[in-house]
């Protein structure tokens, strides 16, 4: 499932969501063990009044091997691929769902 939406007010370019998007799947594949047809990754303008430049939410659905650590090392890559392609320091949000609350369709 892993959602990611990058938030940021500097536009993105084509290549640059494309770098990112490759970095976002390859932690989801290797750390959250995503399959890849359920990451979806999104890149959303914003006007940013308050807080930082740039912000990464994710929501996941919540697995046993979706530890502390797995979430560490992807916020950390994360952290890393946007400071590599926007120059900014995001400031990340992951959040778990349950499958018991989780609807979806697609």
Do not use: W
């Amino acid at each position: 499932m892993p959602v990611i939406k990058i938030f940021t007010a500097d536009p993105v370019t084509a290549a640059q969501a494309e770098a990112m998007g490759r970095d976002m799947e390859q932690l989801c594949l290797g750390l959250l063990r995503a399959k890849p047809s359920a990451i979806q990754i999104a890149f959303l303008p914003a006007v940013m009044a308050r807080g930082a430049p740039s912000l990464l939410e994710m929501h996941y659905r919540a697995q046993p091997f979706r530890d502390a650590a797995a979430l560490a090392g992807f916020m950390d890559g994360a952290e890393r691929s946007l400071r590599k392609h926007l120059g900014r320091v995001p400031r990340i949000r992951c959040f778990s769902v349950d499958a018991v609350g989780l609807s979806a369709l697609n």
